[in-house]
């Protein structure tokens, strides 16, 4: 990595391990996961949100949010590999909507889970979550391909269980596109309530790093710039936990 780089990953480190969180814009981390591996499938990665199938597991609201969901795992520092299709599980301590159930989601497209964006991302979340962690030997990892649709009639809600955390160790949330959306402002909170930040991710590969044992995350309603044009934002949520 060249020295800038390297320094501004190494201030990232500190925000994070000293506050729990770090905010990184669009350009500074795109040229972070560039550098650990090409982006060449960038149009066809950021387009597969467009094959996301409905959330049904949010009942009247799953129409306004679609998902597709991976599971890999790692080594610290070691290859990547994909696992078998499986359910996305959360304690209802976490998540009080559908925490102590199995969700099934559909999968991510082989060839976007597969592909070069989706393995430069990984890889990135590995070398820094694992330089924040040294002793972690394995990672479980997910991915979550989430679109959030708004309508006049109806805001769309990225996080309808309100500021939570995951149960996990590490959280990437990384914007893949915004398209006549209004809010959608990611706030961090402390397990208190006391609020610690907040900012709005509004272009390609904005991103948030949060350690989710320390902090709570959520996103506020999203609601269309004009009524009378279709809307959405998209984003990769992925997280790390110890194996």
Known sequence: MNAPLEATELTLHDQVHGEGFA??????MRDLVSHVASLADWEAFAASWNALEPDTYLAATGRFRRRRHATYSAERFGHIDQRPHQAHFQARS??????????????VLPEIAAGPTMQAILGFCRDFFGGLSPDVPHWHIEVHQFRIEATAGAAGEPTPEGSHRDG???VLVLLVDRENIASGTTTIHAPDGTALGEFTLARPFDAALIHDPRVFHGVTPVTPLD??????????????RGG
């Open 94 to 107: 976490y998540n009080s909507l559908q925490g102590d159930i199995q969700r099934w989601f559909e999968p």
């Open 23 to 28: 905010f990184v814009q669009g350009d500074t």
């Open 168 to 170: 996990v160790d590490y």
């Open 227 to 240: 009524p009378a044009q279709a809307s959405h934002r998209d984003v990769l949520v992925v997280t790390f």
